[in-house]
């Protein structure tokens, strides 16, 4: 038998009537959803049950939202032996919590202030994204390469085998998209943003996470957790303290995450929260391991 491993989904995962499940099914979940309230100071579950999406849309609340579903529902399962996790760009912080590196309210506050340190510094430098499919890692960081000579561009995100995201400048980015179809690329689409996330345009969030991060309890993890920016496990609270730090600007290795987990042993992963984005990624990745979802209440029942 393999290892089983938790995955956290990221940004973009979320959906109005997110968490209203557990909210009126679990007497834990509901505290935890006050507690969270509470420790922001807004209503922000509110917002996850009703919406309106614009309001769910903004980073600021988007993040808290996917990392209070997540943990949430991490923290009803208990029939399952988890031995590792990874979670994409925010979801690792979700990771972070179900392995016990940080505690559940310091994360709520420090989540929160990571959203709207990154929505600020996508207004004060504003920048976009863009998936680019069908090109090689290598074909797409030589094609950032040249695109760099009439802005800043560079890969954000390396989802699984020819699905890559960039990130940058506006210039730089549409640069990019212009050689990456004349590389070859089947697939070339701008995406609808807030920021230019995981590049050097996130630098003043990362400066101010920096000093928040400094002022959290962080403690060593129970079980690994597969960084972003390096794809290996990490579990002294220190290492991880800095990576989160170096995650603002860097790029997620998100396949080189899941190849790693899976030569390391693991072949049962557990998406935990809103979406199915991260199950997709995994069968892409590796066809042969199995992928399951729990988002909802009656997903998460028969493991509590």
Not at 111 to 135: C, E, H, S, W, Y
Not at 208 to 228: C, M, Q
Not at 265 to 272: K, L, R, W
Request: net charge negative; hydrophobic share 40%; charged share 20%.
């Amino acid at each position: 038998m393999g290892k089983k491993a938790f995955l956290f989904p990221g940004q973009g995962s979320q959906y109005v009537g997110m968490a209203q499940d557990l909210f009126e099914n679990s007497v834990e979940a509901k505290e935890m959803i006050k507690t969270a309230d509470s420790v922001l100071g807004v209503n922000l579950s509110h917002v996850m049950f009703y919406g309106p999406e614009e309001s769910l849309r903004q980073t600021e609340n988007t993040q808290p939202a996917i990392f209070i579903h997540s943990v949430i529902l991490a923290s009803l399962i208990r029939r399952l032996n988890i031995e590792g996790a990874a979670g994409h760009s925010l979801g690792e912080y979700s990771a972070l919590v179900a392995s016990g590196a940080i505690q559940y309210y310091d994360a709520v506050q420090l989540v929160r202030f990571r959203g709207k340190g990154m929505q600020q510094a996508g207004i004060d430098n504003p920048g976009t994204m863009a998936a680019v499919v069908g090109l090689t890692p290598e074909a797409v960081e030589s094609v950032c390469k040249d695109a760099s000579e009439v802005g800043i561009v560079q890969c954000a995100n390396f989802n699984s085998p020819g699905q890559i995201v960039i990130s940058g400048s506006v210039d730089g980015v549409r640069k990019g998209m212009e050689l990456a179809k004349l590389s070859g690329a089947k697939l070339v689409k701008e995406l609808v943003v807030s920021g230019a996330f995981h590049s050097p345009l996130m630098q003043s969030a990362k400066d101010l996470l920096k000093e928040e991060l400094n002022k959290t309890n962080i403690y060593d993890a129970r079980f690994p957790v597969y960084a972003n920016v390096t794809a290996k496990p990490v579990t002294d609270k220190n290492e991880i303290k800095e990576l989160l730090f170096q995650q603002v600007t860097s790029p997620v290795r998100w396949e080189e995450t899941i190849v790693n987990m899976i030569n390391d042993g693991f072949d049962e992963f557990y998406e935990v929260g809103p979406g199915k984005v991260l199950q997709g990624l995994v069968k892409r990745i590796n066809p042969n391991v199995t992928c399951f979802g729990i988002d909802k209440y009656t997903d998460v029942e028969r493991f509590i």
